[in-house]
T-cell receptor, first 115, second 115 residues
Framework: AQSVSQHNHHVILSEAASLELGCNYS??????LFWYVQYPGQHLQLLLK??????LVKGIKGFEAEFIKSKFSFNLRKPSVQWSDTAEYFC?????????????FGAGTRLAVHP | DTGVSQDPRHKITKRGQNVTFRCDPI?????LYWYRQTLGQGPEFLTY????????KSRLLSDRFSAERPKGSFSTLEIQRTEQGDSAMYLC?????????????FGAGSRLTVL
């Protein structure tokens, strides 16, 4: 079955630490990849997306993600986190085989950043 | 506010009652999606509409669930004879659709608690 796996359910960091959140998917063929973020008390917001081209994509608030096709991965990174990055982060995929119609989410990673 | 609107934001009901949620998408978006999110999980796809046509339904959507989008604008999700297992956040999203560029914008969700 098609699925998205996020390796860490909870991550705790101190401010200024570097962040990398893992995401792997199990689709064949062409995919679009997304990271969404949900800040406490807020709705899901798009952080960044990959459709094609440069596999290193930059999003809002200094986040970036790298698509590695051979590893079926789309890991999220930020060189230096801030307290305001405390949130839940979701990796998501839709696939050409499904007409890009259905976005499938991972279980999420809850990030807590301590000052 | 020109985002995706959902109503009500919270609903508490007794087991066996029927509930209905409403979603107003971004006006120019022709696709509308319903997802369900439970604690510690990512959003799970339930169904989606292209204009007024319901094009796909998840197996998660039992016979007690029905969704409509009668005029291709707002949508309703009804749950009949609610069960405690229906307690979740019900998320609506909309998009412009089309292949390869299908970016979903989410609403704040409707939280259902079944006692």
């Amino acid at each position: 079955a098609q699925s998205v796996s996020q390796h860490n359910h909870h991550v705790i960091l101190s401010e200024a630490a570097s962040l990398e959140l893992g995401c792997n998917y199990s689709y064949g063929g062409t995919v679009n990849l997304f990271w969404y973020v949900q800040y406490p008390g807020q709705h899901l917001q798009l952080l960044l997306k990959y459709f094609s081209g440069d596999p290193l994509v930059k999003g809002i608030k200094g986040f970036e993600a790298e698509f590695i096709k051979s590893k079926f991965s789309f890991n999220l990174r930020k060189p230096s986190v801030q307290w305001s990055d405390t949130a839940e982060y979701f990796c998501a995929v839709n696939a050409a085989t499904g007409g890009y119609n259905k976005l499938i989410f991972g279980a999420g990673t809850r990030l807590a950043v301590h000052p | 506010d020109t985002g995706v609107s959902q109503d009500p934001r919270h609903k508490i009901t007794k087991r066996g009652q029927n509930v209905t949620f409403r979603c107003d998408p971004i006006s120019e978006h022709n696709r509308l999606y319903w997802y369900r999110q439970t604690l510690g999980q990512g959003p799970e796809f339930l169904t989606y509409f292209q204009n007024e046509a319901q094009l796909e339904k998840s197996r998660l959507l039992s016979d007690r669930f029905s969704a409509e989008r009668p005029k291709g604008s707002f949508s309703t999700l009804e749950i009949q004879r609610t069960e405690q297992g229906d307690s979740a956040m019900y998320l609506c999203a909309s998009s412009l659709g089309g292949t390869g560029a299908n970016v979903l914008t989410f609403g704040a969700g409707s939280r259902l608690t079944v006692l």
